[in-house]
């Protein structure tokens, strides 16, 4: 299985802040990325998918890049709405596989 | 607009038996694969298992692999997850998600059911 690793797992920003969560695979996927934003008692919600393609809706100070085994999420201007846990998930292959978190907490 | 709305989680004794069911709408659920993803107390995302849009392709993670089964009835617009010999590792709420139209992540997420294997 491949394995994703996010780094910090945890930190605190502040309103305003960019802010980059780095998720790296353990061989490489390609662009088959996506990153998600979760908030507490709440399900998942999709950010980004192709490493880099922002899906409909999602405010355009969210961004990605990468390919292969690295890839970045970042939030360019944090609003008070991002405080939340991030996740990214490989979908290059079965099992298919998300990080273990990236938590934004207000400093 | 896209809903997905889970049910039938609960307490279960280990080895115990239970069946998830999610009722989807806002979309035309035959043309979609459907997934379930768990997600532990306090821990992160786990993809559970993927169903083709006709029933014909499963996949599974290896952890629940031949006790649990995914299935669906294009008809009800419904998916399913059948549970059995439940671990207290299988704590977790459960999440419908509808697979994007093109590649393997997930779109659309239900508000989860919680399902706790317990004595």
């Known amino acids: 299985a491949i394995r994703m690793t996010q780094s910090p797992s945890s930190f605190s920003a502040s309103t305003g802040d960019r802010v980059t969560i780095t998720c790296r695979a353990s061989?490489?996927?390609?662009?088959?990325l996506a990153w998600y934003q979760q908030k507490p008692g709440k399900a998942p919600k999709l950010l980004i998918y192709a490493a880099s393609t922002l899906q409909s809706g999602v405010p355009s100070r969210f961004s990605g890049s990468g390919s292969g085994t690295d890839f970045t999420l970042t939030v360019s201007c944090l609003q008070s709405e991002d405080f939340a846990t991030y996740y990214c998930q490989q979908y290059y292959s079965y099992p298919l596989t998300f990080g273990g978190g990236t938590k934004v907490e207000i400093k | 607009e896209v809903q997905l709305v889970e049910s039938g989680g609960g307490l279960v004794q280990p080895g115990g038996s239970l069946r998830l069911s999610c009722a989807a709408s806002g979309f035309t659920f035959s043309s979609y694969w459907m997934s379930w993803v768990r997600q532990a107390p306090g821990k992160g995302l786990e993809w559970v298992a993927n169903?083709?849009?006709?029933?014909?392709?499963?996949y599974y993670v290896d952890s629940v692999k031949g006790r649990f089964t995914i299935s669906r009835d294009n008809a009800k617009s419904s998916l399913y997850l059948q549970m059995n010999s439940l671990r207290a590792e299988d704590t977790a709420v459960y999440y419908c998600a509808r697979r994007s139209s093109s590649w393997d992540y997930f779109d659309y997420w239900g508000q989860g059911t919680l399902v706790t294997v317990s004595s």
């Open positions: 169903i083709k849009q006709d029933g014909s392709e499963k």
């Open positions: 061989q490489g996927i390609s662009s088959y």
